[in-house]
């Protein structure tokens, strides 16, 4: 299942399946992009983080695809898991504050 | 090692009433962030302190919100007057290292009901 940014906040999708959460940004001259994953009650937590100067980068099945010419951004979960459910923020930074996209809420089929 | 810890978890208030909310950082980070999601949209930045020096305050939405951080530990957000659109979550995060905003730790949020 794929979400398209700030217009689609929620994708629900079938365990075993891989998802694709997609953000626009609007800062170019930010030089870090951060995925944040928030369960209820939570706060953020960090997931997976890239580079300007990156296009792609890899986690424990987790991938960040960066699209500078675009401004897009992209997190692509493999095999989801019910664990996965739920609001996934991308932030941009290049100083000391983030700013966040709006979330996008992710719904796990069993 | 203790997380970002924030208190209370949950407040309800009526509008003009006030309200206080704590923070307090993992332990050892000079930077302290508050931040806030407001009707279920993005989080968003208010200020960034480093020890107790406001770094920057250019997210604090109008002079109703005051940020302290007296000793360079703790920090406090008062709300006073409180107003319905002040209504939503309210983030802590911490990092240890100046300029590398990716670091942040965040608590698990004060939920902020003005009614």
């Known amino acids: 299942g794929e979400s398209v940014g700030l217009h689609l906040p929620t994708l629900s999708v079938q365990e075993g399946d891989n998802s694709i959460i997609n953000c626009a940004y609007s800062n170019s001259a930010s030089d870090y992009f951060i995925w944040y994953k928030q369960e209820s009650g939570k706060g953020p937590q960090f997931i997976i983080d890239i580079r300007s100067n990156m296009d792609k980068r890899q986690g424990q099945r987790v991938t960040v695809l960066l699209n500078k010419t675009v401004k897009h951004l992209s997190l692509q979960i493999a095999a989801t898991q019910p664990g996965d459910s739920a609001v996934y923020f991308c932030a941009e930074t290049s100083g000391s504050r983030l700013t966040f996209g709006e979330g996008t809420q992710l719904t796990v089929n069993p | 090692e203790a997380g970002v810890t924030q208190f209370p978890s949950h407040s309800v208030i009526e509008k003009g009433q006030t309200v206080t909310l704590r923070c307090d950082p993992i332990s050892g980070h000079d930077n302290l962030y508050w931040y806030r999601r407001v009707m279920g949209k993005e989080i968003k930045f208010l200020l960034h302190?480093?020890?107790?020096?406001?770094?920057?305050e250019s997210g604090m939405p109008n002079n109703r919100f005051l940020a302290e951080r007296t000793g360079g530990t703790y920090s406090t957000l008062k709300v006073q007057p409180a107003e319905l659109e002040d209504s939503g979550v309210y983030f802590c995060?911490?990092?240890?290292?100046?300029?590398?905003?990716?670091?942040?730790?965040f608590g698990p949020g004060t939920r902020l009901t003005v009614t």
């Open positions: 995060a911490s990092s240890q290292r100046q300029g590398v905003s990716y670091e942040q730790y």
């Open positions: 302190f480093v020890k107790e020096s406001k770094q920057d």
